[in-house]
């Protein structure tokens, strides 16, 4: 049955079965792939999206569950602490295959938007359900305590 | 993939001297390879006519480097970009000898033609053993030189000023008042005759601005904001989207299915038997897992691997008290061994390993007639391609492969059978003229095989009176990974398997006897190498064995390894590097902590780690990581440091947790619920100190890998006095 969704600010209508984790619905039916697909069972994390601001794994998320909420893709963050992520992440070369990447950015702005002075144990409570075999959590670490200063010296999250 | 063999008996291209080293490399290591760089005028026409990129109007100035009117310098990487930073780190070798300007350069993967992109140190197209920089460094270099002189030689023309006069500096060619951008010179350059590769004057290191330097942000972009591509993420017009019901123990085959149910649901197309199991086609992947899950299949288990990964292990350390093939022998350490007064023996055992890279792997294929055209992230991409055209019975020139970017691969991706690749195309002929994506789900790519074999290992050494090796004996038992591989020919020798053995045979250690032995066993359950391959399980027995005769003959474990290093200078630096980096004897550490060393080299560079760890009760955590390499010049520190960083990270989650079981045939782990790798609360601090070196530049990827394990069970020795034999690593 069709569902409407809104994805970045914007209303898409699909038709697809509500069970169907939200996941696929974005990659497969509207071809936002930058959401990806590394488990399946809220595990790894790399399908991270928000959720009216909260960090969730979207392949245990089933598509009528979503309806009538925010959803924002890694194709639609633009916050200031998004930005200053990504700044960081391209900075300290943070990414190495970069298949995790973009639900370890969606967890660490979520993270920064709502606390701009984390501690290493606030990381690695926020960051610990995002997987990366590439190894990259000390430069992740070391990006979150980057943009978090920015943020700072801008003056806010928000 | 582990090609280390050939590299070290191969001479490395040189730095100064590279011409000599260059082409006896390219001569030996290839069938029909050409210098990509020096193409005739008529092949350059011709590499104008069919750019690498297929795009107009790039002018080609050789088989890496195109320079477009629009100031654009892109360059063709051979090698699959899966995080190791080949975009970069080759992009560097070209922007270098260029003078380009960074920002001026974007990088593509080439396309797999052998004749053109050869791996130097392997012969075919393909990306593993840690050699795309070793095998590319002169290669890319040289073509840049080449690009330049071109640019250099149009410019001269065109002012008509003497050509060594000319200055190039950061993409602009200047000369008194004249100055153009690469892309106004593009044209004129193109037409210039490609100059000799002799004629070719490379930097000295000393003149090298962006070789070394910390500031080349990394050309493999996208990855922050969801915009780089991979295999998961290609779209072609009219996909559809497959997935597999694997048999559940390896060696089993397709009785019977029945296929109704799955065909009634919502969105699937299509299902049908492959050779390899039931393939399901559906309109997107969660249509075709559900369609998955209605299918009824009989398995004919008659020829399928039925063992536990326990029964095998324990098999295994019975082998190791029996005599095995000869790997490597010096002097008769058997008898000394058998005459010792002073003794020490260990028994190890390291389970299966799956890669579990992040992207499970995946592949889109489509079948055209004779024809093939596939994305992916191809590493092997000779051999898949030479696959490939064999099952469609069409020639290699027929089967086209975009590479994209590859979710990690750790070795997964360069499987010698192609079975990934080769089942998208058993799929896709099925439906001609339709593009299809394989999806392998996490489940399907954890219980799909192709791990790191399960080993045990028996290390013996007769000691003299002051604690010192006289006698070193190995013997090891486990799959060979090469084995009914197109490999096997050059890396199984007398039934040794080169890769169950390196890293214990040409033991560094200075002991006068020694004697490497192996059992090879023969198991149905699929096997490959993994990020460092035999030096997974080699380093840790070595580095473990070699700590507790330090910890016997009452010595300092780095002053019991330097006293039997002294004719290994290398190993001896690096060793000291990492030792003075982390305070080895000055540091003091907390109470409860333990510190724990290990040096090892593979892939031509050495790495040495010191592991600093905390202990309560039976838990502990590995808090802080120093290690030093050495691989040569440093092309790109940054992506030197990540890699250790990251070997490490791999490496510490085989030491902590990782480890694939069989019952009776059937994998006991599914996801990462069940396999459990590192986390970010669990990742040490990591220090990663690289020693200055003139030399070529060596392996970087893998080499960081095989140290960790030990180091970390070296530190637990040193808190707790007990020394940890078996992976992973458990206190009680
Ligand atoms: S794919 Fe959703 S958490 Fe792994
Ligand atoms: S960057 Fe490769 S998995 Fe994180």
Redesign the interface.
Known sequence: MPYTLSINGQQHELDVDGDMPLLWAVRDHLHFTGTKFGCGMAQCGACTLHIDGVATRSCVLPVADAVGKAITTIEGLGSPAAQAVQSAWVELQVPQCGYCQSGQVMSATALLEQNDTPTDADIDAAMSGNICRCGTYPRIKAGIKMAASQIRNAGGAA | MNINRFARNKQQPGVDTGRRNFLKVAATGSAGFTLGISLSAGAQAQAQATTASGAVNALEYNAFVSITPENVVRIYIKHLE????VYTGLATCVAEELDADWQQIVCEHAPVDTAKYANLLMGQQGTGGSTAMANSFMQLRRAGAAAKAMLVSAAAQRWQVPIDEIRVNEGVVSHGSHRATFGELAVEASRQTPPATDALVLKTPAQFRLIGSENT??K?T?????????T??V?VPGML?AVVAHAPRFGARVRSFDASAALAR?GVRQVFEIDTGIAVVA????SATKGRELLQIEWDESSAETRSSDTLLQQYRNLVETEGAIAEQHGNAVDTLASANDKVELVFEFPYLAH?????VNCVARISGNSAELWYGCQSATGDQAAIAQLLGTRPQDVKIHTV??????GRRANPKADYVLEAVNIARQLPDTPVKL?W??EDDMQGGFYRPAYAHKLSAALDDQGKPLAFQARIAGQSIMAGTSMAAMMVNNGIDNTSVEGLTEFSYEVPERQVELHTTDVGVPVQWWRSVGHTHTAFSKEVFINALARKAGMDPVAYRLSLLTHNPRETAVLKLAAEKAGWGSRELPAGWGRGVAVHTSFGSTVAEIAEVSVQGNNFKVERVVAAIDCGIAVNP??IR??V??????GL?AALQDELTLSEGVVDQS???NYQ?????A?P??ETHILASTNAPSGVGEPGTPPIAAAVANALADATGNTLTRLPLRLS
Do not use: C
Not at chain 2, 222 to 230: E, H, N, P, S, V
Not at chain 2, 283 to 286: F, L
Not at chain 2, 405 to 410: L, P
């Open positions: 899966m995080g190791q930073g942000l990394r493999d996208g990855k922050q904001d969801g915009t780089a591509i991979y998961q993420d779209q989207t919502r309109d997107d992947y969660w579990a890279q992040m992207e499970p970017f590859a979710g990690g691969g750790f999806v789900s996490r940054s992506i990540a890699q960083e990251g070997a490490i990270a791999y989650s996801n990462f619920h790798v590192l986390r970010m609360n990742m601090v990591v």
